[in-house]
């Protein structure tokens, strides 16, 4: 197993169990608005190694655990950390834009970086299937809109306590760099990467419309 995989795994078990047991360092390294507004940048990155609770640790380790090797067979060792930490930082920079007013928007979670992982793998096997709840059968660019609309839903809908704007910036993290790693799969996959692109053109609209 890839020595920079099992890091990165490492790194989130070991983080998000200190945060587990202890209050102070998890307030002091989560992803909250205004202390990032007040300088503290690091929240950004810190942010994405801890976690809620051991299940959504758990969720987020076993997804990475899938589609990983995907990225790495494909793109190598220096592209998968360039797409993991990259997926982390857009997810939280679109996570600033859309909530840079709510001084009070608090977050954890590796979901943008993880997201971002799965939406570079989708990209680049897009004939793979996927079990959508581990049972029905769906292929994998399928999913990977539904996705992102889904996350579009829950932007807009701000019903629950899911991190929708990190999972987005993560895709669009995984998405961007995977195609300037790889310029060529544009050319290979040119239907998968339009129809990819979609959801991302579809936010922005919303967005610049004040529907979101």
Known sequence: MNAIFIGIIVANVLISYKG???????????????SIRAGEQIRMISSGFLHADMGHLLFN?????????VVFSYLGNLSFILVYFGSLIFGSLLTMSFHK?????RAVG?????????????????????????????PAYIFGILYLLYSIYGMKAKNDNIGHTAHFGGAMGGYLITLVRNPELIQEHTLMTVLLAIPIIF??????????
Do not use: C, W
């Open 101 to 105: 007013n709510d001084y009070s928007y």
């Open 20 to 34: 587990f047991n202890d209050y102070a360092f998890f307030r002091k390294y989560e992803f909250h608005v205004g």
């Open 61 to 69: 380790m076993l997804t990475l655990y899938f589609f990983a090797p």
């Open 203 to 212: 936010l922005f609209a919303m967005a610049k419309t004040g529907k979101l």
């Open 110 to 138: 590796a979901s943008g970086a993880v997201t971002g992982v799965l939406y570079s793998a989708i990209l680049l096997q897009p004939d793979m299937m996927l079990g959508l709840y581990f049972i029905i059968p769906i």
